[in-house]
């Protein structure tokens, strides 16, 4: 992970104008410890955005069902947040064109997220979730995809979703299969839009793309 944090430093300091860096990818997929050590990297001259408020809620989520077609398949689920309209992409970018016109705003107030100021004055801003992989990329001068396999995703949800957002591990075993399925269905087909894609296991962080 060093050295492709390296790249982007030496690819951002080159930089003479406000910087925008979405870094998405499915849960688990290891895109905040990305985006933190990013951000330690580059100093304190970073605005970094968590986007896991712009998700529609799973408590409306569980009575959302979609019915679509995967592998011949004819298949009805509940929306899980690999689905476009499990976001709300319009506030995301709403919120991401003011940082451009140089306006100052406050993200949303949640009880797992406090509130915080996004400052247009420093250099860097760094937008961060799974929201980010289905907003306009007009929007970003640079987009950096996460993904992994299905048994580390799992292994690193229960992990962290029990401890730190008070999820029921037997839940989250349950909904497992759908949402990698709605994953591949949904999600996987825009990270060809990405301009660096990692795919991260418990070997480490492989790069597949890598255009700066």
Known sequence: MDSIIQDLKKWINAQKKHIIIGIT???GAGKTTFAEQLKQALGQDVNLICTDPYIVKS???KDTKITY???NEL???QMTACHPLAHYVEALERDIQMTQAGMAWN???TDYLPSERVEPDKKITIVEGMSVAFINTDYLDLQIYLYTDGETELNRRSSRDTVERNRNLENIQKSHHE???QYRHFMDP???KA????FTDEKGLHIEKLQL
């Not at 301009?195 to 990692?198: A, H, S």
């Open 59 to 61: 408590a409306l989520r």
């Open 107 to 109: 993200t949303i107030d």
């Open 75 to 77: 298949r009805t689920a």
């Open 179 to 181: 949402r990698r399925i």
């Open 25 to 27: 990818g499915h849960g």
């Open 195 to 198: 301009d660096i894609i990692l």
């Open 69 to 71: 077609t995967y592998q």
């Open 190 to 192: 825009y990270k060809s």
